[in-house]
């Protein structure tokens, strides 16, 4: 469960420092756009025309807008007004309150985000993590969403824990020395080899690492970040599972089979017989990424959605 690190940081505490220092992609902050979202100053984007169905995008654990940018986007906004956002402490998004590791927060963060920029019910379209944070947000504010498409949700409790170094990373004491000091000189690769390795058993396709700007994720902020949701994830899944079927909105799930990271069965397979309205699609073959693997697969259950909102 959320492995995303793990091929590259494995060893990490212990392991000698002949590395260069991560480097992020450079950005002009001051011409993003922002909203304030619960107290939180939340970078957003938009594409598409105004005119256009709204789509509403939430990115899972070690990630932010960018991860949406390389097949998603572009498939959607010809047609819709698609908008995204950084969640509380990744990205450019770094205001990071307390209780920002809870699913209420963040699931508020996320519906003022969809109020301020004026959606009228979205389609929301979430991956891994970020399913957690739709579904609260489809139990807390059924009035703001039209449906649901998840993607490799995490939506129950499993076996075990999330690995070492999220404890590190969240820790109030030790975590700023280890995400600024520890972690940086091999904080950049590791993210790219964990985010290559939620591909598997797939490759990435060619330049989509670099087009998603997956470095981003290395920055200490969003290291102490996504270590805190994970360490809290457990707890928050348990808070809000029996609640699913409350939802009556379409919700739609796409999956691999041989996805390493949330597992299938556990999750994606247990929330389509829970829900009163689902349908799901399993890509053979496919890991943490279907919707990468097999767009035509996650377009038609996006369309699906669309028609029976």
Known sequence: MFRAFRHAIAG??????????????????E??????????????????????????LIHGASSHIGTWEPTIVPMLKGEFL?????????GYTTDRPPGSDTLALQAKVAAETIEK?????PIVVAHSWGGAVALRLALDRPDLVSGLVLIAPVAYDWPGGVDWYNYWSANPLSGWVFNNLVAQPFAGASVRSGMAGAFAP???????????RVSLAARPESLRAN????????????????RYPQIKVPVAILTGDSDRVVSPTIHSMQLAKTLPNARIDVVAGAGHLPQEIA???????????????
């Open 12 to 29: 990490l505490a212990m392991a000698s420092g002949a590395a260069a220092c991560a480097s992020y992609p450079q950005a002009d902050v």
């Open 31 to 56: 011409k993003m756009r922002f909203v304030d979202a619960a107290g939180v100053h939340t970078h957003v984007e938009t594409w598409g025309p105004e005119s256009g169905e709204p789509v509403f």
């Open 117 to 121: 920029l004026g959606l009228k019910k």
């Open 82 to 90: 698609v908008a995204a956002y950084d969640r509380p402490g990744m």
């Open 227 to 242: 270590g805190e949701d994970l360490v809290a994830a457990k707890r928050e899944i348990l808070g809000q599972q029996a």
């Open 295 to 309: 767009p035509d697969r996650f377009r038609k259950l996006f369309d699906w959605v669309r028609t029976n909102k």
């Open 202 to 212: 797939n490759l990435p396709p060619e330049g989509w690492l670099d087009a998603a």
